[in-house]
């Protein structure tokens, strides 16, 4: 069995994923942006998260070598926005039509 990651790499890892996870939670306890500054943090930190997942846990490289791998995880990203847009799209419009 092929070893993908050293303990150094998953340490590494955790760490970012979690100094990622406790500052958006830090903002909105803390309330010390303003709420539109808080969501573009927060969602900075959520793509950043994506990233240090992708790298120390999936073990996806950004090389020539593992380009089928990262068209697969763009086609994923793309099918995955257009249904969570399409599904707020939709929510949003049936809000409007509904609230009288």
């Known amino acids: 069995m092929e070893s993908h990651g050293t303990r150094a790499n998953y340490i590494v890892g955790f760490v970012l994923a979690v100094v990622l996870t406790a500052i958006p939670f830090a903002l909105v ?52 926005f257009l249904m969570v847009g399409g599904s707020i799209w939709v929510m949003l419009d049936l809000h409007t039509r509904m609230a009288l």
């Open 29 to 80: 306890a803390t309330q010390s942006l303003s709420r539109t500054q808080t969501v573009l943090v927060i969602a900075a930190a959520a793509v950043l998260q994506i990233l240090v997942h992708l790298r120390f846990f999936l073990h996806m490289s950004f090389s020539r070598s593992a380009r089928e791998n990262l068209l697969a995880v763009a086609f994923t990203a793309v099918l995955v």
